[in-house]
C-alpha cells in the first residue's frame, strides 16, 4: 500500500519534533536518520529506549533506518569493522521497532582512481554481506544512488545489483541532479535523474524526494520545492504511480536544512515549517497524478 514518510530530522533534531511534524501531516511513519545529532544505530542504549517509548506512545512507527552504513564517509580501502558494528546494532534496533527498510549504500568513491578502478569487486563482496545479514534477519536493505560507487551512473547500479544477487534499490530523484555521471567523458556532465531512474527501475523498492537545481557558477545545488527542480519528481512518481507502485515515498527536502553540511542552519521553527510544507506539497502532488 502506497504510504508517505520523510527524513523527520530535517523538521527537529529531537524525536518530539519529529513525532509532531508527522502527525501534522497525517502521516504515521519516519525515516529515522538522526535523533539529537546522531544516528539512530549509534545513539544510546538509554536514548533509544527513550525514543522507542516515545513512538510507541505517539502511534509512530519507523518504516525505515536511514542509516549511515556503507556511505560516503566509508571508505573501501578501510577496514569495513565500522560498517559490520552498524549493521549489528541497527538489526537489533530494528527488530524492536518493527522496521523492514534500511537504507545502505556502496562506499565512498576514491576520488584518485578512475570509474573503472574502483576496487569494484571488494565492495560487491562487502554489499553482499551486508546484505545477507539483513535479509537474514527478515529485515530489507536498499541502496541508495548518492556518493558512492553506485551512484556513479545507472550502470554502475546494474553492475553491483548483477553481483549482489536480490538487492534493490532506493532510488533518489535529487542526487543525480548534483552528482557527476561517470558513463560520459571528462569534464563529467551532471547526470539526469529520469535516465537514471528508467534504467533502474525494475529493482526500485523505495523512494527517497528531493529535487533542486545545478548551480554550475558557483559549484553548489540550489534545493528545491518537489516539482520545480530538475530532478524529474512528477514525472518519475507519475511513472511509478501509472505502474502500480505500492511502496513508500519519502521526502528529503534539503530547505531549511542540508544534512550533509553543518554550516546551513536556520531556525527551527522555520526548519519545522519548510518540512510540513514539503510535505503538504508533495501530497498535492500525489493527489494531482491520481486524478
Known amino acids: 500500500m502506497l504510504y508517505l514518510t520523510g527524513f523527520a530530522d530535517e523538521a527537529a533534531t529531537d524525536i518530539d519534533g519529529q513525532i509532531r511534524a508527522t502527525k501534522e501531516l497525517g502521516w504515521s511513519n519516519i525515516e529515522s536518520r538522526n535523533v539529537n545529532g546522531r544516528n539512530i544505530h549509534d545513539i544510546s542504549d538509554e536514548e533509544f529506549d527513550i525514543v522507542y517509548g516515545k513512538l510507541?506512545?505517539?502511534?509512530?512507527?519507523?518504516?525505515?533506518?536511514?542509516?549511515?552504513?556503507?556511505?560516503?564517509?566509508?571508505?573501501?580501502?578501510?577496514?569495513?569493522?565500522?560498517?559490520?558494528?552498524?549493521?549489528?546494532?541497527?538489526?537489533?534496533?530494528?527488530?524492536?521497532?518493527?522496521?523492514?527498510?534500511?537504507?545502505?549504500?556502496?562506499?565512498?568513491?576514491?576520488?584518485?582512481?578512475?570509474?573503472?578502478?574502483?576496487?569494484?569487486?571488494?565492495?560487491?563482496?562487502?554489499?553482499?554481506?551486508?546484505?545477507?545479514?539483513?535479509?537474514?534477519?527478515?529485515?530489507?536493505?536498499?541502496?541508495?544512488?548518492?556518493?558512492?560507487?553506485?551512484?556513479?551512473?545507472?550502470?554502475?547500479?546494474?553492475?553491483?545489483?548483477?553481483?549482489?544477487?536480490?538487492?534493490?534499490?532506493?532510488?533518489?530523484?535529487?542526487?543525480?541532479?548534483?552528482?557527476?555521471?561517470?558513463?560520459?567523458?571528462?569534464?563529467?556532465?551532471?547526470?539526469?535523474?529520469?535516465?537514471?531512474?528508467?534504467?533502474?527501475?525494475?529493482?526500485?523498492?523505495?523512494?527517497?524526494?528531493?529535487?533542486?537545481?545545478?548551480?554550475?557558477?558557483?559549484?553548489k545545488t540550489i534545493f528545491t520545492h518537489p516539482g520545480e527542480g530538475d530532478g524529474d519528481v512528477r514525472r518519475i512518481v507519475k511513472d511509478l504511480l501509472d505502474n502500480g507502485y505500492d511502496g513508500g515515498i519519502s521526502i528529503e527536502p534539503h530547505l531549511a536544512v542540508v544534512h550533509h553540511d553543518a554550516s546551513v542552519t536556520s531556525d527551527d521553527a522555520i526548519r519545522y515549517a519548510n518540512y510540513v510544507e514539503y510535505g503538504r506539497r508533495m501530497m498535492g502532488m500525489i493527489a494531482e497524478i491520481e486524478s
Not at 129 to 154: Q, S
Request: glycine residues 8%.
Open 56 to 219: 510507541q506512545d505517539a502511534g509512530v512507527k519507523i518504516n525505515c533506518f536511514g542509516s549511515a552504513i556503507a556511505n560516503w564517509g566509508k571508505k573501501i580501502d578501510e577496514p569495513f569493522d565500522s560498517s559490520l558494528e552498524e549493521t549489528r546494532r541497527a538489526i537489533g534496533r530494528m527488530q524492536k521497532l518493527g522496521a523492514k527498510l534500511i537504507r545502505i549504500m556502496s562506499f565512498a568513491v576514491l576520488k584518485d582512481r578512475e570509474p573503472d578502478d574502483q576496487m569494484e569487486e571488494e565492495r560487491f563482496k562487502r554489499v553482499r554481506e551486508l546484505h545477507r545479514l539483513f535479509t537474514d534477519a527478515g529485515i530489507e536493505p536498499v541502496h541508495e544512488n548518492c556518493m558512492n560507487y553506485g551512484g556513479m551512473a545507472w550502470t554502475y547500479t546494474l553492475r553491483l545489483i548483477e553481483n549482489v544477487p536480490g538487492l534493490k534499490l532506493v532510488f533518489d530523484t535529487g542526487n543525480p541532479v548534483f552528482t557527476d555521471d561517470r558513463n560520459q567523458p571528462k569534464p563529467y556532465p551532471k547526470q539526469s535523474a529520469w535516465e537514471f531512474y528508467s534504467h533502474v527501475k525494475d529493482h526500485i523498492a523505495y523512494i527517497h524526494i528531493k529535487d533542486g537545481k545545478w548551480d554550475a557558477q558557483n559549484g
